[in-house]
Each structure stands twice: as structure tokens, then as C-alpha cells.
């Protein structure tokens, strides 16, 4: 993916972005504008503005143009508490960004409740911004958009199918300039799922916003009647305390409303006389969507005479096919005069395939029709299509059915394999979405393939055979579900794909890509879920081991850690039965699970599961000794394994404070590294660079300051190679040795050229971060760290006291979901933190509550560790009272000292944060 054209730099005040697509401009007035260079803008900045009421002639002529909730031709009724709570939300005090996630099911009323909120908030005066995801569709709106907010109270920005973006375009979203004005600004997502949410969430607590997630309840379920949000929704719980009669009467009273209104554009003078087509206790007539479809098809058969039919499948059927006699009418009339040539099978094909690409340009258009082999030319076909479905913005076409949940039943009747009447699949219709979904001849994607497969994994959701026809496309070309991207991996996950297509798509999936992480979670959780541990336990085990590193890689710790315990669990049964067979495989297991336990603050036991890893390989090792000497010291098939597991021990052994031990046994991992390298030098680049940049960091920390400079300038050297060759693979681990190759530069007292690879760490970590908050936080904690340790070394007050409060702030962060992971870099941080300022005499009273803070933590670690701390809590002591001091509380600096052993000369210190 290219990355998004940097604008010009700020030189103040308002300036206007102007990006040009297609003969229109687009232009922002008081934001910023995110473009990529290959597919224009990221999303579309809008000014709120009320939709023009269309001729209601033309609106009659469509049942889904009376539905599409951008016409709002329902008045609006019910919701009065939703209303009140996102009222109550906006104009609340605290800080001044703040997020609300707000989620349903397709059909609930996300939508047409967020802009009756933006119709409020506009009237009591807020700027009120409307933001649409998706480069490489249709041309952006000509002309301008104003987005200062003049004398506004505030800022609300609504974005819908928040679901749907990318995690780095959300990211890019949030850094917009728009955002982050002196003025209280309320950002307000729309979205079906809640599970994209978490690390959207920390995207969005790095900028200090505050957060909460809010389930949009069914019609007539009240929850239990309190107030307040959570993330498990509105005022309580799922499932709510309403009864089934209240239920039904707030069903029922949306349905009258629904009812009058649509009687009223049909001239039905006695609305009354329409009653429901049957009972609406169905599930799905608690969406509000559902219960307008009843209204609608139940006055458009009152007019002519019939029967609409009950069900919610039915009553889609129904309206579809008066979308289907709408395009035969239109066809037959062109022997009067009417300029319109499609037939209405032919229609049918188009406005399919609409569905599944969504609007797009109007050359791309036609390349989209062309492929449906239509006898008409394109253009004739496209025009054809936009007199029944009005483009939204000038210059695209193939605007799609509207509302989605319509366009998705489209889909599901129009494919073969349901058993509704009363809407006959198609023949073509399995053909056309397989084409929309094939790659170009030079394998590159179809842009539309996100929505493609989104699409269809939505409707599969609710029609079972789309499941078959989904799975047919995939199976064809698995790659495909990656480049839909994340959230369609995510939704993917959550249907009954077969067990052979699941692992077709784990086995394309990459090492790491910051916007598939999540994604590649599910889809790795749902595969773990499919092998029962009585028939396929070995395959079960397998699954979990992978599924710690993909839950890892997203950020979801908590996650990994249950994983890890049960792939453990299981490795530990088979090779109780067979240890020639698994014996290694529990090796590995355990030495994953002592990095997820170091990485959750358990320390011990994380020492204790690597240990056990360590000793299985050694006596593996030790077995086929002599016949690696007959074969001149030919690596054995787990040297290597030995030496990433010594590798991880070190760093087990240091978390406990055991750094003689640690050095001892990385040397040992270095050892074995440089012999394999001997034998195979490309393949083994990679893990002798991570082998010698922990050799550096326990050189460092046993005062071998000078001999840690050589290993870790040579982990720095390798990793700049492979992450210029793949970024998305290897620029963590390259942020990560930039930052411990400064700290060893400070420790050598050159602080001065520990500067520029600590500067570039930190810049490389916000990149990653800014993708994929959950897992990046506290690299970028640690990189801000070091770098504030150069900076305060080299004399830079300014800078040192921005970044080290900027350090704190991002550990604080992390430990918000991990406290026991991140608490002895936040103790350090919080040490350097009041260091920094005792030296500049400025911000005492911060710098004391920081050091404070960071003396009780070191306190408590140093009694749950006892040893593995005590070097910390010295520093954390000095800090305080040189704070004391500066503060002009000698005697109490003095008493601290002397109570934890410290003699007044003592230095201050520093503490490290590697």
C-alpha cells in the first residue's frame, strides 16, 4: 500500500488541499487531506448538509428509493434515550476528544439515528462534519468544503461503516489537523461489529480521547432501565428486562409511524386500514429496517390489491420484485418515446454486480459491464443503470441498491441455493460474482474486492448458501480474502467456512502486515476452534501454538496467554503418551509460553516454562553430538531451536534480575548462531542479529558498555538490510535495536551519537503504532524512553521534559489493558521522568508525584522478585530525593536516603529501559 501524499508544512493559519480526480476538484478548508498517490483520497472531509427532497413521483417509482435512509422520508420516532445519551455524550466535560463506537446489526438504525444526532448538534450550533471512506472508487464532490469551525462550540465528526476501514486509514483519519483544534471535538463511528474496536480504542486513548463502545439495542428492548453507557451497550447488558408486550407495542408503534408516512406518498387517505402483513415478533422485525420494509410492502400491496408477504425474507423477495417490474415498465415504454434500452435481465445482472463493487469511477464502470457480456455498449447500459439508481457524487456509476441489507438480499436471492419464492435465483448470478472477484491477468486485485467479499460474507450471514458460493470464490483464490483486508478477514472468521478452506487462507497469510493483524487473529481463532481435542488433538495443538503468535501480533496479550496455556496443555498429554513424537513440540510450546508469561508480568513462571523448554532441547541436542563431530560439526536439526530458546532465556533470567546468567547463556545462544551462519549465512541473518543485539543488552547491563557497541551495531546493520527489503516483516524488530543501540551508546557515555538512532527508532515506532496501537505501544514507550535518556544526557531540557512525559503517557497506556506486563518500564520511566526535571529545576511538584509513584511500584515488584529489582528502586529513591532537595525538604530527602541504604554523595543514576 503507498502511503498518503504529505501535505505542505502548516505555516499557519487556514490553508486549502486541493486534489483534483477525474475533471473535479476536491478541496478542504481547515483539515487535512490523506491522498494516495495511486487512488486519490483516503476518505471524503463533508460539510453535514439535509438531503434535498427528491420529486415524489420519482421516489414512488422504487421501493428502495423510499427506504434509503439519505432521503429520510420516515419521520423519525423512538430512540428518545439514544438520543438524550449521544446528547449527553457530546456536550459532557472531561477531554476534550472524545469516541463513541456505535454498533448493531445491518438494519438497526445506525445510520438515520446518527443523522438525526447530526441534525440536532448542527442546530445547537457544533460543526457538524460527514466523512466517507474509500480511494479508488468514484470522484471525489467538486468544489469545496469549509471545515473551520468559526464560532462552532465544538466539532462532530460522523463516520459510517467504520467497520470497513483499514486500521492505518482510521489512524490517518485521527491525525487529521480537523481533529485536534482548542475546541471540544466528538467523533461518532457507525459500525455493525464490535470486535474491530480494541485497537481502534487505543489508537484513539494515545490521543487522550475518551472512549466508549454502545450497543444499538433492538425496537422494544429497554435494557434494564439505567442510564450510562459501557461497551456491552445502552444502559445495561444484551437481552434488556422489557417484556414481550412492551416489546411488540414499541414494534408496533414504529410500524404505524412507518405505515402513515409511506400511505401519505402513496395517497392512501386511510392509513388504518393497513395493518401489519403478520405478528412482528420475529427477531428480525426488531430492526428497525425491517419493521419500515413491513410498512412499505404492506401499503404498496393495499394499493394494488394484494398480500404482502409475512416473513422478513419474504417481504425482501417482495420489494425486490418491485424493483425487477419498475426496470421491465421502464424497458417496455420505450415504445413510447422513453430513452431506455436495457431489458430488465439485463438490468438485473447490472445492479447485481453494483452490489458487489459499489460506485466506481465511470471508465472502470464500464469495464465492470463489459465483463457481463450484455449485448448494449456499456455506456448505454450505464445510463440506463443511473436513470434507476442516481449516482451520489458526479463522475462515478454503478450506484448500488440501497439500504446494504436490501443490496445483500439481492445478492442472497439472486445466487442459487435458497428455497424463498416468489424471487427466482439466477443462473448467471454465481458466474458474475466469481468474475467480479478474479484477478487481472498480472495477478493484481480488483479494487472493489473489499467490498466484494464484505458483501457476500454480510449476506452469507443471514442466507446459509451464500456460505457455498463464498467459499467456491476463495477456494479458487484464498488470496483474495487477504486482500479484502482486516475487517473482511474478521467477518470471514465469524461464518461456517470448511475446515480445508480455512487453513487454505492461514496458509497465505504473511509473517506480519499491521493491517491484517486482527483479521488473521479471528481467522486463526476460528481454525483453533475446529479440531475437537478427542479426534484431533495433535492438529489442535497446532492450531493454538499458531494462534499465540497471530493473537500476539495483534496486540490481544490477554488472548495469547490462554491460548499458549491450552496449546501447552495439550503438547503435555501427547507426549506423555508419545515423547519421541511430541517431545519437541512441547519444547516449543513452553518456550512460547514463557514469552507470553514474561510479557504479562509473570516473571517466574516464565523463567520456569523456559527453562523446561531449554533442558528438552539440550538433551536433544546432546544425543546427536558425536555425529555431528563424525560429520565435521554439521549443525544439528535443533541447534537452532536450542539457540532461540537460550536466546529467550537470557531475557527470562535478566526480567529477575539474574544479568551474570543471562549473559552467560546469550553468549552460549551467539555461540551456536555463529556456527550455523558458518554453514548457511542468508538463511541465518536474521536470528544471529536478534542473538547479538541481546548480547549487547547484557553486556550493558553487567558495565560491559564498550564490548556491547560491536553486537549491537552489527544487529542494527543486518535488520536495516531486511527491513529495506520487507518493512512490513522486519521494522519492528529494527525500531527495537535503534532504540537499545542508543541506550548502549548513552552507557559509553556518547550520548551525543546516540541521538540520531534514537531519534529514528522513535519515528519508527510512531509509524507502527499509528497502525496498530495494541501492538506497538510499548516499543514506542521504550523507544521515547531512550530517547529522552540521549536527550537529557546531551543537555536538551525542552525536548528531554516533552519526551519523557510523552513516555509515561504511552507505558500508561499499555498498562491500562497489561499493568503487570509494562510496570517496571513505567517505574523507569517515571524515575527518568522526575530526573529530568529535578536537573532543569522546573515542574517539581510532577517530578515528585512521578518519582513517588515510581518508589511504590519498585517497592512492590522488589517484594513479589525480591532481587530482581533492587537497582531500580535505588534509582527511583535517588530521583525522590534530589526532587525533596530541589523542593527545599532536605530533612525528608535525607530520611529516604538513609531508610534504603543510600549515602547522600550517591549519584542520581538512570534507569534503563532496553
Known amino acids: 500500500m503507498a502511503p498518503p501524499a504529505t501535505p505542505p508544512p502548516d505555516t499557519g493559519g487556514d490553508r486549502q488541499v486541493v486534489q483534483v480526480e477525474s475533471g473535479f476538484g476536491y478541496g478542504v478548508v481547515g483539515a487535512d487531506l490523506h491522498v494516495l498517490p495511486d487512488r486519490g483520497p483516503v476518505y471524503l472531509l463533508g460539510e453535514h448538509r439535509a438531503t434535498a427532497q427528491p420529486d415524489p413521483h420519482w421516489l414512488l417509482a422504487q421501493p428502495s428509493r423510499l427506504l434509503n435512509a439519505r432521503f429520510r422520508l420516515v419521520e423519525f420516532t423512538g430512540r428518545a434515550r439514544e438520543q438524550a445519551e449521544l446528547a449527553a455524550w457530546r456536550d459532557a466535560d472531561g477531554p476534550r476528544l472524545a469516541a463513541r463506537w456505535l454498533h448493531g446489526p445491518g438494519g438497526q438504525g445506525k445510520t438515520r439515528l446518527a443523522a438525526e444526532?447530526?441534525?440536532?448538534?448542527?442546530?445547537?450550533?457544533?460543526?457538524?462534519?460527514?466523512?466517507?471512506?474509500?480511494?479508488?472508487?468514484?470522484?471525489?464532490?467538486?468544489?469545496?468544503?469549509?471545515?473551520?469551525?468559526?464560532?462552532?462550540?465544538?466539532?462532530?465528526?460522523?463516520?459510517?461503516?467504520?467497520?470497513?476501514?483499514?486500521?492505518?486509514?482510521?489512524?490517518?483519519?485521527?491525525?487529521?489537523?480537523l481533529l485536534h483544534r482548542d475546541l471540544p471535538t466528538r467523533l461518532l463511528l457507525l459500525a455493525r461489529s464490535l470486535h474491530p474496536w480494541p485497537p481502534?480504542?487505543?489508537?484513539?486513548?494515545?490521543?487522550?480521547?475518551?472512549?466508549?463502545?454502545?450497543?444499538?439495542?433492538?425496537?422494544?428492548?429497554?435494557?434494564?432501565?439505567?442510564?450510562?453507557?459501557?461497551?456491552?451497550?445502552?444502559?445495561?447488558?444484551?437481552?434488556?428486562?422489557?417484556?414481550?408486550?412492551?416489546?411488540?407495542?414499541?414494534?408496533?408503534?414504529?410500524?404505524?409511524?412507518?405505515?402513515?408516512?409511506?400511505?401519505?406518498?402513496?395517497?392512501?387517505?386511510?392509513?388504518?386500514?393497513?395493518?401489519?402483513?403478520?405478528?412482528?415478533?420475529?427477531?428480525?422485525?426488531?430492526?428497525?429496517?425491517?419493521?419500515?420494509?413491513?410498512?412499505?410492502?404492506?401499503?404498496?400491496?393495499?394499493?394494488?390489491?394484494?398480500?404482502?408477504?409475512?416473513?422478513?425474507?419474504?417481504?425482501?423477495?417482495?420489494?425486490?420484485?418491485?424493483?425487477?417490474?419498475?426496470?421491465?415498465?421502464?424497458?417496455?415504454?420505450?415504445?413510447?418515446?422513453?430513452?431506455?434500452?436495457?431489458?430488465?435481465?439485463?438490468?438485473?445482472?447490472?445492479?447485481?454486480?453494483?452490489?458487489?463493487?459499489?460506485?466506481?469511477?465511470?471508465?472502470?464502470?464500464?469495464?465492470?459491464?463489459?465483463?457481463?457480456?450484455?449485448?448494449?455498449?456499456?455506456?448505454?447500459?450505464?445510463?440506463?443503470?443511473?436513470?434507476?439508481?442516481?449516482?451520489?457524487?458526479?463522475?462515478?456509476?454503478?450506484?448500488?441498491?440501497y439500504p446494504d441489507r436490501l443490496a445483500e438480499d439481492f445478492i442472497a436471492l439472486t445466487l442459487p441455493g435458497h428455497t424463498t419464492t416468489g424471487h427466482p435465483a439466477r443462473s448467471w448470478a454465481f458466474p458474475v460474482a466469481q468474475a467480479l472477484g478474479r484477478a487481472a491477468p498480472d495477478g493484481s486485485p480488483p479494487g472493489h474486492i473489499g467490498r466484494t467479499i464484505t458483501f457476500l460474507t454480510a449476506a452469507a450471514g443471514r442466507w446459509p448458501h451464500v456460505t457455498a458460493h463464498l467459499s467456491q470464490i476463495l477456494a479458487a483464490d484464498p488470496g483474495l480474502a487477504l486482500e479484502a483486508g482486516g475487517p473482511a478477514l474478521t467477518a470471514l472468521a465469524g461464518l461456517d467456512l470448511d475446515t480445508g478452506l480455512l487453513e487454505a487462507l492461514a496458509a497465505r497469510f504473511p509473517d506480519r502486515h499491521v493491517d491484517l493483524?486482527?483479521?488473521?487473529?479471528?481467522?486463526?481463532?476460528?481454525?483453533?476452534?475446529?479440531?475437537?481435542?478427542?479426534?484431533?488433538?495433535?492438529?489442535?495443538?497446532?492450531?493454538?501454538?499458531?494462534?499465540?503468535?497471530?493473537?500476539?501480533?495483534?496486540?490481544?496479550?490477554?488472548?495469547?496467554?490462554?491460548?499458549?496455556?491450552?496449546?501447552?496443555?495439550?503438547?503435555?498429554?501427547?507426549?506423555?503418551?508419545?515423547?519421541?513424537?511430541?517431545?519437541?513440540?512441547?519444547a516449543r510450546a513452553l518456550h512460547n509460553h514463557g514469552h507470553v508469561l514474561g510479557r504479562m508480568g509473570q516473571l517466574r513462571?516464565?523463567?520456569?516454562?523456559?527453562?523446561?523448554?531449554?533442558?528438552?532441547?539440550?538433551?536433544r541436542t546432546a544425543r546427536g553430538a558425536l555425529a555431528r563431530l563424525l560429520r565435521s560439526r554439521r549443525p544439528g536439526p535443533y541447534d537452532a531451536d536450542l539457540a532461540t530458546c537460550l536466546l529467550s532465556l537470557g531475557s527470562r533470567l535478566a526480567e529477575v534480575g539474574r544479568e551474570e546468567e543471562a549473559l552467560t547463556v546469550t553468549e552460549e545462544a551467539v555461540a551456536v548462531r555463529r556456527r550455523l551462519a558458518a554453514f548457511d549465512p542468508a538463511a541465518a541473518d536474521e536470528d544471529l542479529a536478534d542473538s547479538l543485539a541481546n548480547l549487547g543488552i547484557y553486556l550493558s547491563g553487567v558495565g560491559r558498555g564498550e564490548e556491547a557497541l560491536g553486537p549491537a551495531q552489527e544487529a542494527v546493520d543486518v535488520y536495516r538490510r531486511l527491513a529495506a527489503r520487507d518493512p512490513q516483516a522486519y521494522e519492528p524488530n529494527f525500531a527495537s535495536f535503534?532504540?537499545?543501540?542508543?541506550?548502549?551508546?548513552?552507557?559509553?557515555?556518547?550520548?551525543?551519537?546516540?541521538?540520531?538512532?534514537?531519534?529514528?527508532?522513535?519515528?519508527?515506532?510512531?509509524?507502527?503504532?499509528?497502525?496498530?496501537?495494541?501492538?506497538?505501544?510499548?516499543?514506542?514507550?521504550?523507544?521515547?524512553?531512550?530517547?529522552?535518556?540521549?536527550?537529557?544526557?546531551?543537555?536538551?531540557?525542552?525536548?528531554?521534559?516533552?519526551?519523557?512525559?510523552?513516555?509515561?503517557?504511552?507505558?500508561?497506556?499499555?498498562?491500562?489493558?497489561?499493568?503487570?506486563?509494562?510496570?517496571?518500564?513505567?517505574?523507569?520511566?517515571?524515575?527518568?521522568?522526575?530526573?529530568?526535571?529535578?536537573?532543569?529545576?522546573r515542574e517539581q511538584d510532577d517530578a515528585l508525584r512521578a518519582a513517588e509513584e515510581a518508589v511504590a511500584r519498585y517497592r512492590r515488584l522488589t517484594e513479589e522478585t525480591p532481587g530482581a529489582f533492587d537497582d531500580r528502586l535505588r534509582n527511583a529513591v535517588r530521583a525522590a530525593a534530589r526532587v525533596l532537595d530541589g523542593l527545599g525538604r532536605t530533612r525528608e530527602a535525607a530520611e529516604l536516603r538513609r531508610a534504603h541504604g543510600i549515602d547522600e554523595g550517591t549519584g542520581d543514576g538512570s534507569a534503563p529501559s532496553s
Open 200 to 401: 481502534i480504542r487505543a489508537a484513539l486513548t494515545e490521543l487522550q480521547a475518551r472512549t466508549d463502545a454502545c450497543l444499538l439495542r433492538p425496537i422494544g428492548d429497554s435494557g434494564d432501565g439505567g442510564g450510562g453507557n459501557s461497551d456491552s451497550g445502552y444502559g445495561g447488558g444484551p437481552g434488556g428486562s422489557g417484556t414481550d408486550a412492551a416489546a411488540d407495542a414499541a414494534r408496533r408503534r414504529m410500524f404505524t409511524v412507518a405505515r402513515d408516512c409511506f400511505a401519505h406518498r402513496y395517497g392512501v387517505r386511510d392509513p388504518t386500514a393497513v395493518e401489519p402483513p403478520g405478528p412482528l415478533r420475529h427477531a428480525d422485525f426488531g430492526l428497525v429496517l425491517t419493521l419500515h420494509m413491513a410498512a412499505l410492502a404492506a401499503v404498496d400491496s393495499h394499493v394494488r390489491g394484494g398480500r404482502p408477504p409475512t416473513d422478513p425474507a419474504g417481504l425482501s423477495a417482495y420489494l425486490l420484485d418491485r424493483e425487477l417490474r419498475r426496470w421491465t415498465q421502464l424497458f417496455e415504454n420505450q415504445v413510447e418515446g422513453l430513452d431506455f434500452r436495457t431489458p430488465p435481465e439485463d438490468m438485473a445482472r447490472v445492479v447485481f454486480a453494483a452490489a458487489l463493487t459499489g460506485p466506481t469511477a465511470r471508465p472502470r464502470a464500464k469495464d465492470i459491464v463489459r465483463g457481463l457480456d450484455l449485448e448494449l455498449p456499456p455506456g448505454r447500459v450505464l445510463d440506463d443503470h443511473a436513470a434507476c439508481y442516481p449516482p451520489a457524487e458526479p463522475g462515478a456509476a454503478l450506484e448500488p441498491l
Open 517 to 586: 493483524d486482527t483479521g488473521i487473529a479471528s481467522v486463526a481463532a476460528a481454525l483453533a476452534r475446529r479440531y475437537p481435542a478427542t479426534t484431533h488433538p495433535h492438529a489442535r495443538a497446532d492450531a493454538h501454538f499458531t494462534l499465540v503468535y497471530r493473537l500476539n501480533d495483534a496486540g490481544l496479550h490477554q488472548e495469547a496467554l490462554a491460548a499458549s496455556q491450552e496449546a501447552v496443555r495439550l503438547y503435555e498429554r501427547l507426549a506423555g503418551t508419545d515423547p519421541a513424537g511430541y517431545e519437541i513440540a512441547l
Open 738 to 841: 535503534l532504540s537499545n543501540f542508543a541506550l548502549h551508546l548513552i552507557y559509553a557515555d556518547r550520548a551525543r551519537e546516540a541521538l540520531g538512532p534514537s531519534e529514528e527508532a522513535v519515528a519508527l515506532y510512531r509509524r507502527l503504532a499509528a497502525s496498530n496501537p495494541h501492538a506497538f505501544e510499548d516499543g514506542l514507550a521504550r523507544a521515547l524512553h531512550n530517547h529522552g535518556l540521549a536527550l537529557a544526557d546531551t543537555d536538551q531540557e525542552a525536548q528531554a521534559l516533552a519526551v519523557t512525559r510523552e513516555a509515561v503517557e504511552w507505558y500508561r497506556a499499555a498498562g491500562a489493558r497489561s499493568p503487570a506486563a509494562v510496570e517496571p518500564e513505567l517505574g523507569a520511566a517515571l524515575t527518568l521522568f522526575a530526573q529530568v526535571r529535578a536537573g532543569a529545576g
Open 605 to 619: 513462571e516464565g523463567l520456569a516454562a523456559t527453562e523446561q523448554a531449554v533442558a528438552v532441547y539440550r538433551r
Open 117 to 177: 444526532f447530526a441534525e440536532q448538534s448542527a442546530a445547537a450550533g457544533w460543526k457538524v462534519v460527514s466523512v466517507t471512506h474509500g480511494p479508488g472508487t468514484a470522484a471525489p464532490p467538486p468544489g469545496s468544503h469549509a471545515l473551520e469551525p468559526g464560532a462552532a462550540p465544538g466539532i462532530l465528526l460522523v463516520v459510517d461503516y467504520a467497520d470497513r476501514w483499514p486500521l492505518t486509514h482510521l489512524t490517518w483519519l485521527f491525525s487529521n489537523k
